[in-house]
């Protein structure tokens, strides 16, 4: 089956229009389109109601619709909060790794209170209705501003709707769905205690449900102080399979639809070059698309009959910037640029009410100054990037490397090719031009075949202007001989320079041949910090520093091999009822949806 599909894809790759879009033309690709699964997303969002200055943390399940299995079609997902208004007000697009992805949204103080649409689809589902993604109402209240102008009809919370909120039935494992038998449930999870003091341990063990099935599987937890005010309903996973899976109802398609392809490779780029002289597209012209940075990424594509081009990204990179190039003796002849994805419909999005009123206030004020605290002591927990260095072209071949503070130092590269660089050499073909060339290791075969030069990862064609380049700003040069291919260029050897301030391709943008756009790149992965005490040493300078944790422990991925696991947590300063909250899948794609609460006093 999934060989299947690779063919389908490639296939429909080759139709591709630009903007990651095919047309259907015949009924065998209508068929082919048909035969692909499609996917569905839940999150596991830690709150649906948040003050400004807070974090919202979210986990994605992309599942496959109809197998109800994690989908390992698209590698990315995109997440959207959007305002009452139909405003975009933050945007995210997610790595996803078998069809589970995770981050976080820092709410800013100039958000307005109000309810808000948290979206998130991938690439494919936009090929079925808006309504199909998943769409989450997160409550936002911000303290910060003064006649806010509520946009939206509002009804109002009767003081006595605020009161101590009832306690959760230990042995539920539902957040509210009662067609799933308790005997279905796959994951028993028992608390070392009902009540806590500050600061305390508390640990929580996890046990197979039913020893005919595992628990093994991929899941999310959250601990957080509960809301006493009132709050948009959070839908567990439970809920969301019986809504989402009652039928299969496929979208119509007919040939000459146009549809979405997944990003099943990675990112997916599309751009469009135009030759100057008579605005016309110009097919099998190779395109070079750089995103520079200390992870940069290099790639070479060619363009379709139309002039199109489509690129999957499958690697990590660290910069923001791509910087795209026509590979041609007269480069500035040429426009080439990239394709914005089609923004989403929010007209059709319905905004639920809200109304704030004063029996809110010390709820409100309260938690502010909590979250004031812990913003102000946010360096002594802080969350870990884990990135994943890219593997580049060069990291398993022979090279020589130059640090160039071992030299004495030339003021051109010029210069330093000649006293310092072998291998490394430049001619002139003309008067006007010269052209630098790396040795093969077959001295003997004399090739013409350009060399690639990368600048703190920014491809630079302009030889004479890099010749003249300043080299006293290099701190090193790379240098290999090996043929390189990229997509359908070849190049004799590498050089690859890194300058002291990594911008020095800068100086090169000035030329017109160069097209640098912004891009919208993936968050990197984080690990989230947990906080430790230990009792056996009060004099610790963890005990010193104030502690107003309201999100005790957010853990987006959360794995259960064993019969029988053990996660710990300590509470803070914070007193009240916390709520426990499980959402994931099994191996067996059973839901699990489990919550609980404990007390801190």
Not at 153 to 158: E, H, P, Q, S
Not at 377 to 383: E, I, K, L, S, V
């Amino acid at each position: 089956m999934r060989r299947l599909l690779c063919i389908l894809l490639i296939w429909f790759m080759t139709l591709a229009m630009g903007l990651g879009q095919v047309a259907l033309k015949t009924n065998e690709q209508v068929e082919g389109y048909r035969a692909i699964p499609q996917e569905r997303i839940f999150a596991h969002i830690n709150s649906s109601l948040l003050l400004t200055g807070e974090y919202l943390y979210y986990k994605i399940y992309c599942l496959e619709r109809e197998s109800r299995s994690l989908s390992k079609l698209s590698k990315i997902a995109y997440v959207e909060l959007v305002g009452p208004r139909g405003e975009l007000i933050l945007r995210h697009k997610i790595r996803l790794e078998n069809g589970l992805g995770h981050g976080d949204f820092f709410i800013p103080t100039e958000v307005r209170s109000g309810v808000y649409k948290l979206l998130t689809y991938t690439h494919w589902m936009r090929n079925q209705d808006q309504a199909d993604f998943y769409q989450g109402d997160i409550t936002i209240i911000n303290p910060y501003l003064a006649n806010q102008g509520m946009l939206q009809k509002t009804t109002y919370l009767k003081p006595d709707s605020l009161g101590k909120p009832k306690k959760l039935d230990d042995k539920r494992v539902s957040t509210g769905i009662e067609n799933f038998p308790k005997e279905n449930r796959s994951i028993d999870l028992t608390i070392n205690g009902k009540k806590f003091k500050k600061r305390a341990k508390v640990s929580l063990f996890f046990q197979n449900g039913d020893k005919n099935k595992t628990m093994e599987g991929d899941y999310s937890i959250s601990v957080r102080k509960k809301n006493y005010m009132p709050a948009p309903t959070q839908a567990g996973m439970l809920d969301f399979f019986e809504k989402n899976y009652r039928s299969d109802v496929r979208p119509s398609t007919i040939i000459g639809d146009t549809i979405y392809l997944p990003e099943l490779r990675g990112e997916l780029f599309s751009g469009k070059v135009i030759a100057l002289q008579g605005n016309r597209p110009v097919s099998d012209l190779k395109v070079a698309l750089c995103i520079p940075g200390e992870d940069y990424f290099f790639e070479v594509v060619k363009t379709d009959e139309l002039g199109n081009f489509n690129l999957n990204i499958d690697r990590y990179y660290s910069g923001d910037m791509a910087i795209l190039q026509v590979l041609s003796t007269n480069p500035e002849g040429y426009r080439v640029k990239l394709r914005e994805q089609k923004p989403l419909d929010y007209s059709k999005l319905h905004f639920k009410e809200i109304r704030i009123d004063s029996s809110m206030r010390k709820e409100i004020l309260q938690r502010s100054v909590h979250n004031q605290i812990e913003n102000s002591y946010f360096q002594f927990r802080p969350d870990s990037i884990l990135s994943s260095p890219l593997k580049q072209f060069s990291d398993n071949k022979e090279k020589e490397v130059y640090l160039l503070d071992d030299y004495i130092r030339f003021k051109t590269l010029r210069e330093t090719i000649i006293e310092i660089i072998k291998d490394v050499s430049y001619k002139r073909l003309d008067q006007d031009y010269n052209a630098i060339r790396i040795k093969g290791f077959d001295y003997t075969q004399v090739t013409d075949l350009p060399p690639l030069v990368l600048m703190d990862g920014c491809l630079i064609q302009d030889n004479n202007a890099l010749l003249e380049f300043d080299a006293r700003t290099i701190e090193s040069i790379t240098v290999l001989r090996h043929k390189l291919v990229f997509g359908p260029e070849v190049f004799q050897g590498a050089m690859v320079i890194s300058t002291k301030t990594g911008d020095g391709y800068g100086q090169f943008q000035k030329n017109a041949v160069i097209s640098a756009e912004e891009i919208f790149e993936p968050r990197p992965n984080k690990k989230y910090f947990v906080q430790q005490y230990d009792p056996i040493n009060p004099a610790d300078s963890k005990f010193r520093l104030p502690d107003d944790r309201l999100q005790l422990l957010w853990v987006p991925k959360f794995n259960l091999k064993d019969e029988q696991a053990q996660l710990e947590f300590f509470t803070s300063d914070v007193s009240g009822e916390f709520e426990i909250h499980l959402e994931g899948l099994t191996h067996e794609n059973k839901p699990v949806s489990i919550r609980k609460s404990i007390y801190v006093d």
